[in-house]
């Protein structure tokens, strides 16, 4: 019975002394900048559409819903919910596209999460 060697890949050295390790280095990554979207009051939009968008756009059950709906006409604005920058930004164009649809001057902004 013959012995063969093995076949090096086309283009590495033959022998043992080529063998190459490569090291895996540990990347460390910082988690993703958090931001708030946030329904700023106005006098014209009604309530009930306020509570229909915050039911629709970030899920919330509509007692929820109310409530938040109740913190922004009584302190200006209120939180509807904190997503990572590029899922605030959608929220914030769906719910501006539904308020124009809808002809109501409602405004929604993302912020920064310190």
Not at 102 to 113: D, K, M, T, Y
């Given at each position: 019975?013959?012995?063969?060697?093995?076949?090096?890949p086309?283009?590495t050295?033959?022998g043992d002394?080529?063998?190459?390790?490569?090291?895996?280095v540990?990347?460390?990554?910082?988690?993703?900048?958090?931001?708030?979207?946030?329904?700023?009051?106005?006098?014209?939009?009604?309530?009930?559409f306020v509570?229909?968008?915050?039911?629709?756009?970030?899920?919330?059950?509509?007692e929820?819903?109310?409530?938040?709906?109740?913190?922004?006409?009584?302190?200006?604005?209120?939180v509807?919910?904190?997503?990572?920058?590029?899922?605030?930004?959608?929220?914030?164009?769906?719910v501006?596209?539904?308020?124009q649809?809808?002809?109501?001057?409602?405004?929604?902004?993302?912020?920064?999460l310190?």
């Amino acid at each position: 019975m013959a012995i063969t060697q093995p076949i090096s890949p086309p283009g590495t050295p033959a022998g043992d002394d080529a063998a190459v390790v490569l090291e895996r280095v540990p990347q460390k990554v910082k988690p993703p900048q958090m931001h708030q979207v946030v329904l700023l009051n106005d006098d014209y939009t009604p309530m009930e559409f306020v509570v229909v968008v915050i039911q629709e756009f970030f899920s919330k059950d509509r007692e929820t819903a109310t409530q938040i709906m109740l913190k922004i006409h009584l302190e200006g604005k209120g939180v509807c919910g904190v997503y990572t920058h590029d899922v605030a930004a959608t929220k914030v164009d769906q719910v501006m596209a539904a308020a124009q649809q809808a002809g109501h001057p409602l405004q929604c902004v993302s912020e920064p999460l310190d």
